[in-house]
């Protein structure tokens, strides 16, 4: 909003030059989201404990002690992440940007299926939630009309093409293969992150950590001076996505001045799902999708872990973790909570490295 009214009036001020930056709307969109989530978080927390009167279900298989610990706490924190993240990329990022539409859509979207999950758990006070068949057919929808718009939005060859990371040219044409392709990144982001999210802090870190990688692989995807040296693949206006990833960063800080231990609210489905989509759209965009999983490993490390875990019991009666998902596993093993998410998130940061080395090892 505030790049289109500014070049309204270049002209007269030209001052207002800065707004043309990416790098500084980036960090205004990110301290912006810090604020509004400073400003209403106190706000959007009372709201929820004021109609969740036993806050979130606790798991009644899970680790013993959070029936202690977390009980009482009100679930549905994510609406606070995604209000600083709506309302800062609204008013930083270039509105004339599909792509920003894009991945604002895609991301509400899995945050209503979340809001309409944690609503289910609270208002029957169980952990089940809306049927899974249906949450996942939701995804599908919304995951499946993200990826068409993205497409239509990008050049050919690129809209249909999946790139390699450490091969410089190399592009592999999937055709309309790209739209089941673009599903399975998206709702597989989606879920991987609602799987690690089962402790305080857990999932917040890495999304943060995989967001600030992403608007640097936005910024300078989206460069086609930067990306000509590094040798990746130019997409035009996915630069913009730079400012969506900032206030995503933003947001997600403020939610974790919230959510440290001991958490006054937990991010639910609402923002579990829907800050995974995000990551997941915006790897769709800068057809970084196969780097998404290096960065975002440790979501992947949950969810085959809970995949392992199904399989081997289902196929032998055994179980391979004393619980799955794998910090749950940890919490039986002994360890302390913010042993886990510390270690979890140095995990994470490592992977994010070893993602960012990409871009230069061609």
């Keep these: 909003m505030l790049f289109n009214f500014s070049a309204q009036f270049v002209d007269q001020f030209t001052a207002l030059n800065v707004f043309r930056y990416i790098t500084f709307r980036t960090g205004g969109a990110m301290l912006t989201a ?6 209403c978080g106190p706000y959007i927390i009372r709201l929820l404990k004021s109609y969740q009167t036993e806050g979130q279900p606790i798991r009644e298989d899970g680790p013993e002690g959070h029936i202690l610990t977390k009980a009482g706490t009100p679930t549905m924190g994510g609406f606070m992440i995604l209000l600083a993240l709506v309302l800062a990329t609204l008013l930083w990022a270039d509105l004339r940007n599909g792509y920003i539409w894009a991945a604002l ?5 899995f945050g209503l299926i979340g809001f309409f999950d944690d609503y289910a758990k609270v208002s029957l006070n169980n952990s089940k939630g809306i049927p899974g068949k249906l949450k996942l057919l939701l995804q599908m929808v919304f995951a499946l009309a993200a990826t068409i718009w993205i497409m239509s939005l990008t050049s050919s060859p690129l ?6 990371p450490f091969f410089k040219s190399v592009l592999i044409d999937l055709g309309w293969f790209f739209v089941v392709f673009g599903i399975l990144v998206i709702v597989g982001a989606s879920n991987a992150v609602n799987l690690t999210d089962g402790l305080d802090g857990l999932a917040i870190g890495p999304v943060m950590i995989a967001a600030s990688v992403f608007a640097i692989i936005s910024y300078l995807v989206g460069n086609s001076i930067f990306s000509d040296y590094l040798q990746v693949h130019y997409v035009p206006g996915a630069g913009e996505l730079t400012v969506f990833c900032g206030a995503l960063v933003g947001a997600g800080l403020g939610f974790l001045w919230f959510n440290a231990p001991p958490a006054m609210v937990f991010m639910g489905d609402t923002g579990s799902l829907s800050m995974g989509a995000a990551l997941g759209s915006v790897s769709v965009v800068t057809k970084h999708e196969l780097v998404l999983v290096i960065v975002g490993g440790l979501f992947v490390l949950e969810t085959v872990s809970v995949i392992v875990q199904v399989v081997s019991f289902k ?8 619980m799955a998902p794998l910090h749950h596993h940890f919490e039986k093993k002994g360890w302390a909570e913010p042993t886990i998410v510390i270690r979890f998130w140095i995990i994470a940061m490592i992977l994010a490295l070893v993602g960012l080395a990409t871009l230069k090892l061609r």
């Design 34 to 39: 810090l604020i509004v989530s400073f400003v």
């Design 159 to 164: 809209a249909t093409s999946l790139a390699l």
């Design 105 to 109: 859509v895609v991301t509400v979207a």
């Design 315 to 322: 196929l032998t009666g055994k179980r391979v973790f004393q």
